[in-house]
Each structure stands twice: as C-alpha cells, then as structure tokens.
Nanobody, 127 residues
Framework: VQLQASGGGLVQPGGSLRLSCEAS????????IGWFRQVPGKEREGVSH????????YYADSVKGRFTISRDETKNTVYLQMNSLKPEDTAVYFC?????????????????????WGQGTLVTVSS
C-alpha cells in the first residue's frame, strides 16, 4: 500500500490550498481516508475523514466550514480543499488509510484507526 500526499506549500493567511492523497493497492479495500496534521512537539491531530463506502465526511471543529474533503474514485485520490487558511493551520499534513473498517464515530479522527500512512506535505500559512 502506498499513499502519496502532495499539494503543500506556502500561502498567505486567508488563502487556499488543495492537498491530494493518491492511494495505490492491488489487493486491499479502503474503508476510509483520514487527513491529519502535526507540528513539532505536539501530537498528531485528526483533521478530516471520509468514509469511502458511504461518502460521509467528518471534520475537526478547528477546520469545520473551511476545509472540505472529497474523493475522485477514477483517480484513487482523496482531496483536502483548505480555504480561509490561518497561521495556526501551519503543519505537516498526512493522509492515512483505514483498511480494516475500524473507523467509528468516536475513532475516525484517531491515528490508531489507520493502518497505512503517506509521507507528509508541509503547509505554511504566513504573510
């Protein structure tokens, strides 16, 4: 299983970025994809989740109304559209795959739910 995250960069406050997470696997079923972020010295924080069976989405309160998670099944890719970015959104962003169907309402933003992780992509929000 390989997850390729991309799309990070430097953006001014109030700006937008779209992150991509391309998944490749030939013998696994993906139940969900999560986006997380981490800054040095802090725990990894769950940002958003999409259930690939139902299409349902979920967001951390800190990004609700600003971030949108979506998928393109034809490209095996999940996106995180980030609008109205704030300096506190600065972090390394990771995508992760749940291949066990372990996600629940309580656990969908917990790193323990996920089995495979992509490399991070750095998002810096600064003027």
């Amino acid at each position: 299983v390989q997850l390729q995250a991309s799309g990070g960069g430097l953006v001014q406050p109030g700006g937008s970025l779209r992150l991509s997470c391309e998944a490749s696997a030939f013998d696994l079923v993906y139940y969900g994809i999560g986006w997380f972020r981490q800054v040095p010295g802090k725990e990894r924080e769950g940002v958003s989740h999409i259930n690939l069976e139902t299409g349902s989405t979920y967001y951390a309160d800190s990004v609700k109304g600003r971030f949108t998670i979506s998928r393109d099944e034809t490209k095996n890719t999940v996106y995180l559209q980030m609008n109205s970015l704030k300096p506190e959104d600065t972090a390394v962003y990771f995508c992760a795959a749940d291949v066990r169907g372990a996600s629940t309402r309580l656990s969908r933003l917990s790193p323990l739910t996920y089995d495979y992780w992509g490399q991070g992509t750095l998002v810096t929000v600064s003027s």
